[in-house]
């Protein structure tokens, strides 16, 4: 599939601008198996990049003006590199502004170039399709400028992009993964230190689905920083009682319990969410080693539930998903996926059920709320990478 997205985007880019691409950039869209809304609460995570990527084509353009098509929208954006006049901020367009002034307060310098670039990542449903563009592009440039950014700064100019830019308050999972994942590969990554551990996926009779809810969501409608600030009034007020706190890694349900008639229900919920979130991850981890599946099955449906009833970030659409998996004996666990109000579930399922499962849901999701439910398949691939023009016709 992604083989005929490289090879329609190379054309299309050659018939626009009338030369041949020079690289062409593959970024992909990634999936969090546990560990939601701590990436910026200090918490591990466990990351995977799937096979549904943006592909960007690019080359320099001997002109004064840079473009950048949207192929699958018809959009064109065209400006001069150094005009200064205030830019876009919606849409794709405004990612794209923002990997470039981020590049400008690192004084890296650019040149003008045409980019075209089309996605099968589903936009809107918690696979991060917003990150691949930040972060594909940023990769881009720096291959065709020879900037000489390492992949950590490119993941940070993706993050501060969508922070300073776009006005999301994220944290760096998204990107992180995006840039480090690797095929077949779960990565935890310690969001407070950066350090990562690599775990190669073996689900025996098992494997991930992803039931797409078809709610878009965008995450500054969805309150997203309206979270992230109540996080921070919740540590603030925990650090007062207990000064050896410095992140809620190290902070205790039984230390929150201490000091809930002190905190705002609201805030209470929100971390005692976070603290139960970070403790599952390890739990999660190990399970998955172990081959526990049951186990881990158990700790998806305990972090759904957190995100619904405390972290509140769960909607209707995405609790009937996860709730008609309860008797599905095959089905091990389930919860919503990203930053919530929309997008996805994630699925752990027996690979002998999942065909009538997937028929079953579907019929009742589509009764209920007269949106067609899609679902895919999770496979884990390498994070962004460049081929050249040559491999297109080698690539999968
Ligand atoms: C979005 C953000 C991430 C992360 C998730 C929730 O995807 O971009 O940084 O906070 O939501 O886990």
């Not at 880019?13 to 062409?24: D, G, L, P, R, V």
């Not at 192929?71 to 794209?96: Q, T, V």
């Not at 440039?141 to 994220?170: S, Y």
């Amino acid at each position: 599939m992604n083989k005929r997205l490289i090879r329609e985007t190379s054309t299309f880019f050659k018939e626009k601008f009338n030369q041949a691409s020079s690289y062409h950039i593959l970024s992909p869209g990634r999936i969090n198996l546990i560990g939601e809304h701590i990436d910026y609460n200090d918490g591990s995570v466990l990351l995977g990049t799937i096979d549904k990527i943006v592909c960007f084509a690019i080359s320099k353009s001997n002109t004064d003006v840079s473009s950048i098509i949207a192929k699958d929208l018809g959009e064109r954006l065209s400006f001069r590199l150094h005009d200064n006049s205030p830019k876009e901020k919606d849409g794709w367009i405004g990612y794209f502004y923002g990997v470039l002034d981020e590049l400008k307060k690192r004084t890296l310098r650019i040149e003008n170039f045409n980019l075209v670039f089309s996605s099968n990542i589903p936009m809107g449903s918690g696979l991060s399709s917003s990150a691949a563009l930040e972060c594909g592009f940023g990769f881009a440039l720096n291959v065709l400028f020879d900037l000489k950014l390492t992949k950590l700064e490119i993941v940070k100019i993706g993050q501060q992009a969508e922070n300073n830019f776009a006005g999301v308050k994220c944290g760096i999972m998204d990107q992180f993964a995006n840039i480090f994942g690797q095929k077949n590969h779960i990565l935890k990554l310690n969001c407070h230190t950066l350090e990562t551990e690599y775990h190669r996926l073996q689900l025996d009779e098992y494997s991930l689905v992803l039931l797409n809810s078809g709610v878009k969501h965008t995450l500054l409608d969805s309150s997203y920083n309206n979270r992230r600030e109540e996080c921070a009034q919740g540590l603030a007020a925990i650090k007062k009682h207990f000064p050896q706190v410095n992140t809620f890694r190290n902070c205790t349900e039984n230390q929150l319990y201490q000091i809930e008639n002190e905190l705002e229900k609201t805030i209470f919920k929100r971390c005692l969410y976070v603290i139960q979130e970070i403790n599952r991850v390890p739990q999660a981890f190990d399970a998955l080693k172990k081959r526990d599946y049951d186990k881990l099955g158990k700790l998806l449906y305990k972090s759904h539930k957190g995100l619904n009833e405390l972290y509140e970030v769960s909607c209707s659409e995405l609790n009937f998903l996860v709730a008609h998996t309860f008797d599905e004996s095959g089905v091990l666990g389930a919860r919503m996926m990203g930053g919530g109000f929309g997008g996805c579930t994630i699925n752990l399922i027996r690979k002998d059920c999942e065909t009538a499962f997937k028929t079953k849901i579907k019929i009742a999701y589509e009764k209920e709320f007269n949106i067609p439910l899609h679902s895919y398949q999770v496979n884990l691939s390498n994070g962004t990478s460049c081929i050249q023009v040559e491999q297109i016709a080698t690539s999968s």
